[in-house]
């Protein structure tokens, strides 16, 4: 065993260059106008830029020399936590990263849910804040109380979790129990939050109240139009039989006729 | 007003008193027609979340909903022209209402293109050319106030129903929504009802002509008419339900390129309007209260352009008219991106529905204008088929536009372009068109002695209408010309 140490140790200490040590702002967690910064020492060549770097898309860049790089931060919230990377350009490029984390911010998909009665509801409450959600669980408000809801309550509550989403499945919708409101509650290293949706139950027969008055409403329309028809019909029939002989009777006042009517009947 | 005989009429249009209820009927009909498609967008998020499918395997509904409306026209103007416009558009009423029905029940997409796609837009098909075609049967004076009133309907309707969908869809889901529309298009076999038959049916109007003119033809021995008579054995069946003899007709066949090439260019700006506002930074409320206003001018638009159209001034000339509307509307496309900011973009929706309403509501009475309200019936169903195309095409192609040059200012320009074009063709050929028929009509007058003299006679008295007899007794084959002589020799 002695001996087998030094062997693995040895070959790791002879390929090493020493690597920079990059200081980097202490973990952010709240706040506003913040600095972030990195500082650089033993870098292994010439520093000719500097990138700041954040989900792949490059924030700030510059080709000072500096052995610190700076980057401002308006403010601390959901839409800025996450990993600031500090590239530093030597060769071979140096990085550094900062982690800015809050609390969870916890924003739901639809303030109020609807489902049909033996469908299926799915409630859903979202997070981007950084850390992601470590844990989700889901209350039940009834009678002023939370009830906790698992997954596979009562064989009709199914949660689906993730980093940053989590859905709450109700099958077979009960018109009478599941009315009501949630709570979703997500939990991250640094705190927790949570948001309410209200889920309403519509009965299978909602639509079709309004579906049968407007059919009868059709029905009666037309009946009466049919009838009102059949009430005119005698003094029409003679007009739509006889085409030649009617435009003379209906449109004899008129005077432009006149003159085409006594040369057809001449 | 005209002889019936000359405009092929069995009898004289009314031009008000039950002609009233027909063009409410109409309005409703031809509403839900243009509308419904549509409306229908409101629904499309809650069917993609519930299906799993892309919002563009969601949107193929409208699009196959619009492909059936237009494509079947054909198919309604035969049943037109043998049924009558009552018992198709009830029959269309009903179609749709259980198109909706039977779509709220669907579990699959594929079930959805069917029911709402198919079966719905077939029925729509159904409700909008009867409708076009009894405006023209009940109105001849007032025929272009007919027109604007009745085509108004489309944007009032899509006012109405937008807001309703949303109502719908938040209290009763899809599901339930569809139940319900499918009640409201059953409102159109209302519509159906008021269409009171007026007249003959046109079908054994041409049989009789014919087989008349064909005597004629060979007790006085003219050539042109035996060739046609022999053509005439061939598709006589067949041109009994659709006049493809239109095809021969100057008036038509310009109308039918114009109007093609006009579509290529109508209907994308109204579908990239929001997307080009929010591109330009504007929130999504300001960018569909711009689709808001367009709805509102067009509204208004509709029924002023009627009235104009109907004025002793334009009527005469309508054609030309129709041909402005659509230039300007090409000019306010291509003269779009200059607007950089909301409220250019506000002026440009008041032009732009100002534009399109006035082209809508011409649409259907230039061509009544051109073939007269017998030929109609097969006219409308044989344009809207070839128009079918171009507007599938249309938006389709602005959205490459705007995805391959990554600006919305070409598909702007293609639109304006292409319609500014399709004016000017229409313009130049119109007026061509317009000195034919003068000579033509001088032609028959000199010809005919006996049948020459009412018209000059009329001519002091009549203004618009004769002109209008004018664009309606031409446009016949020789042998309806001759037909007209043979009725007036009956009633000897």
């Known amino acids: ?86 590239k530093f350009l030597t060769n071979p490029p140096a990085e550094g990263i900062v982690f800015v984390t809050v ?75 599941d009315p009501g409101e949630y709570f979703c509650n997500g939990t991250n290293e640094v705190g927790q939050d949570g948001a309410t949706v209200s889920l309403r139950v519509r009965s299978r027969l909602a639509a079709l109240w309004p579906f049968l008055g407007i059919v009868a409403e059709v029905l009666v329309l037309v009946t009466i139009i049919f009838i009102y028809e059949k009430r005119r019909k005698p003094d ?17 006042t008129n005077h432009k006729d006149k003159n085409v009517r006594q040369r057809n009947s001449n | 007003m005209s002889s019936p005989a000359s405009t092929g009429l069995a009898s004289t249009p009314p031009d008000g008193g039950w002609g009233w209820a027909v063009l409410f009927g109409a309005f409703i009909s031809i509403g839900f027609s243009y509308a419904f498609p549509k409306a229908l967008a409101i629904f499309f998020k809650e069917i993609q979340d519930f299906f799993g499918t892309s919002y563009s395997e969601v949107a193929w509904v409208s699009s196959i909903m ?80 007919a027109n604007g009133l009745a085509m108004a309907g489309s944007p009032v309707m899509l006012c109405t129903l937008a807001p309703l969908n949303q109502f719908l869809f938040d ?87 114009g109007n093609v090439l006009m579509f290529l260019g109508f209907f994308a700006p109204i579908v990239f309007l929001a997307p080009y506002a929010k591109h330009m930074g504007i929130d999504e409320y300001s960018a569909a209260f711009l689709l808001s206003i367009l709805a509102i001018v067009d509204m208004i638009a509709r029924p002023t352009t009627g009235l104009i159209a109907n004025s002793k001034w334009v009527r005469p000339k309508i054609q030309y008219f129709f041909s402005f509307s659509i230039a300007f509307n090409g000019a306010c496309h291509l003269l779009c991106p200059l607007a950089s900011d909301y409220a250019g973009l506000v002026i440009y929706s008041v032009f732009f529905g100002l534009a399109f ?51 919305y200012k070409y598909m702007f320009i293609k639109c304006g372009a292409v319609m500014v074009l399709a004016g000017t063709f229409l313009f130049i050929m119109n007026y061509y068109n317009y000195r034919m028929l003068a000579k033509e009509e001088k032609a028959v007058g000199t010809k005919d002695p006996e049948h020459g003299k009412p018209m000059n006679e009329g001519s002091n008295n009549w203004d618009s209408e004769k002109m209008q007899d004018g664009q309606e007794l031409e446009p016949l084959t020789d042998e309806q010309g001759l037909k007209k002589e043979v009725n007036g020799l009956t009633e000897v």
């Open chain 1, 1 to 86: 065993n002695a001996l087998l140490v030094p062997r693995l140790l040895v070959p790791k200490l002879a390929c090493r260059i020493k690597d920079p040590i990059i200081v980097t702002t202490p973990n952010v967690t709240s706040g506003s106008n913040v600095q972030l910064y990195c500082n650089i020492s033993g870098a292994a060549s010439a520093i000719t830029g500097h990138k700041w770097i954040k989900k792949e898309a490059v924030l700030q860049s510059d080709d000072t020399s500096s052995h610190q790089t700076v980057y401002d931060l308006n403010e601390v919230n959901t839409d800025t936590s996450g990993e600031y990377v500090c």
């Open chain 1, 103 to 177: 609390k969870p911010h916890v924003l739901v998909y639809k303030k109020s849910e609807h489902g049909n009665e033996g469908d299926t509801g799915v409630l859903i409450c979202k997070c981007s804040s950084y850390p992601s959600v470590t844990e989700w669980t889901w209350y039940k408000k009834e009678n002023e109380q939370y009830l906790r809801i698992v997954n596979g309550t009562d064989n009709r509550f199914f949660i689906k979790s993730s980093g940053n989403k989590t859905e709450l499945h109700i099958v077979n919708l009960d018109i009478e129990k």
């Open chain 1, 236 to 252: 029409e029939v003679l007009d739509d039989d006889d085409g030649g002989s009617a435009p003379l009777k209906s449109n004899a």
């Open chain 2, 66 to 145: 619009l492909a059936a409306t237009y494509g079947g026209g054909p198919i309604s103007s035969i049943l037109v022209n043998r049924f009558g416009s009552r018992p198709v558009v009830i029959f269309g009423g009903l179609l749709c209402g259980i198109g909706m029905v039977s779509a709220s029940f669907c579990t699959s997409i594929m079930q959805l293109y069917i029911c709402v796609g198919l079966m719905s837009g077939f029925g729509l098909a159904l409700n909008l050319q009867p409708s076009v075609i009894i405006i023209g049967k009940y109105f001849l004076k007032r025929r272009p106030i």
């Open chain 2, 171 to 257: 209290n009763f889901g899809w599901r339930g929504s569809f139940l319900i529309l499918g009640a409201i298009l059953l409102n159109c076999c209302v519509a159906g009802a008021l269409f009171r038959p007026i007249g003959h049916a046109t079908g054994p109007i041409q049989k009789e002509a014919n087989k008349e003119v064909k005597e004629t033809a060979k007790a006085v021995g003219f050539l042109a008419a035996t060739e046609e008579e022999e053509d005439k054995q061939c598709c006589a069946k067949f041109n009994q339900y659709l006049d493809c003899s239109l095809f021969k007709h100057r008036g038509f066949l310009i109308y039918l390129v």
């Open chain 2, 357 to 407: 309403g006035m082209v809508c509501a011409m649409l259907f009475e230039t061509l009544m204008d051109l073939v007269g309200a017998v030929r109609f019936t097969s006219a409308v169903g044989l344009v809207t088929i070839a128009e079918c195309c171009t507007i599938l095409l249309g938006p389709p192609v602005g959205g490459a536009l705007i995805d391959t040059f990554g600006d």
